[in-house]
């Protein structure tokens, strides 16, 4: 992800997505919605649910 967000590519392009959006400014906007779906997987998948339930506990 970190190699993605280096979007040398786009700087010097002076198009518009959808009429109003600069493509930098775009690239962006997917950028970040990828980098939350992937937190988000991360946090469903990865989570250690054990150590949620021990700090839970009251034992």
Do not use: N, R, T
Request: proline share 3%.
């Amino acid at each position: 992800m970190l190699f993605l967000h280096q979007d040398s590519w786009a700087w010097d392009d002076q198009s518009l997505v959808l009429g109003f959006m600069p493509v930098g400014l775009a690239y962006h906007a997917v950028f970040s919605i990828c980098c939350a779906i992937l937190g988000g997987l991360a946090i469903k998948h990865v989570w250690p649910h054990d150590l949620e339930d021990f700090a839970d506990s009251k034992d």
